[in-house]
């Protein structure tokens, strides 16, 4: 079965600092896999998407990510944090055969940011 | 272009109460999904519909049962409501399975 494990649950940092949330996976290769945001009391919002095109994704807001195989990665990164980037990330990934289709969730990262 | 909307926002039942979520999506999607979410435990699957029609259990289906009314609407039902479905309930769509799913703003649920 897969699964998503990310790294930190609350992570916090300075306005202008870098960004790195973390995110395993576990699933058949290869996977789909998502990162969203989610602000208080709303619903998700995609931020960026890899499905076995080019390693390193680019998402909304100066996101990105790098799919790494061998590390069985999925990190997110900004090069210099926004305060309206304060939000939950959440890291998900779909596989093939009964989970095809089907999106498993990370727990989700907090992220504080700090003016 | 709405997207995915949610009915109600916000509900409180006592436990045994039965209640219906609604969910209606106006992107033309095949797709759609319940999700609730709950604190540390991120999104957990609890139906899905991969297509007008036909409709599958996910992660945690126990004390849910759903409908695929048309291709546009997805129910959620709770025949008999107990404190351990306190949660927040997202609706989500997509063009496909294995597609980006687009989510809904959520229903909060309190059941006493």
């Known amino acids: 079965a897969q699964s998503v494990t990310q790294l930190g649950s609350h992570v916090s940092v300075s306005e202008g600092a870098l960004v790195l949330l973390r995110c395993n996976y576990s699933?058949?290769?290869?996977?789909?896999l998502f990162w969203y945001v989610q602000y208080p009391n709303q619903g998700l919002q995609l931020l960026l998407k890899?499905?076995?095109?080019?390693?390193l994704v680019k998402g909304i807001n100066g996101f990105e990510a790098e799919f790494k195989k061998s590390e069985t990665s999925f990190h997110l990164t900004k090069p210099s944090a926004h305060m309206s980037d304060a939000a939950e990330y959440f890291c998900?990934?779909?596989?093939?055969?009964?989970?095809?289709?089907?999106?498993?969730f990370g727990q989700g990262t907090i992220l504080t940011v700090h003016p | 272009n709405a997207g995915v909307t949610q009915t109600p926002k916000f509900q409180v039942l006592k436990t045994g109460q039965s209640m219906t979520l609604q969910c209606a999506q106006d992107?033309?999607?095949?797709?759609m999904y319940w999700y609730r979410q709950d604190p540390g435990m991120g999104l957990r699957l609890i139906y899905y519909?991969?297509?007008?029609?036909?409709?599958d259990k996910g992660e945690v289906p126990n004390g849910y049962n759903v409908s695929r009314l048309n291709k546009r609407e997805f129910s959620l039902r709770l025949e008999s409501a107990a404190p351990s479905q306190t949660s927040v309930y997202f609706c989500?769509?997509?063009?496909?399975?294995?597609?980006?799913?687009?989510f809904g703003p959520g229903t909060r649920l309190l059941v006493l």
């Open positions: 890899y499905t076995s095109a080019a390693t």
């Open positions: 989500a769509s997509s063009e496909q399975l294995q597609e980006t799913q687009y």
């Open positions: 699933s058949s290769v290869p996977p789909y």
């Open positions: 992107m033309n999607h095949n797709s």
């Open positions: 519909s991969a297509s007008e029609g036909t409709t």
């Open positions: 998900a990934v779909t596989g093939s055969g009964t989970s095809y289709g089907k999106l498993t």
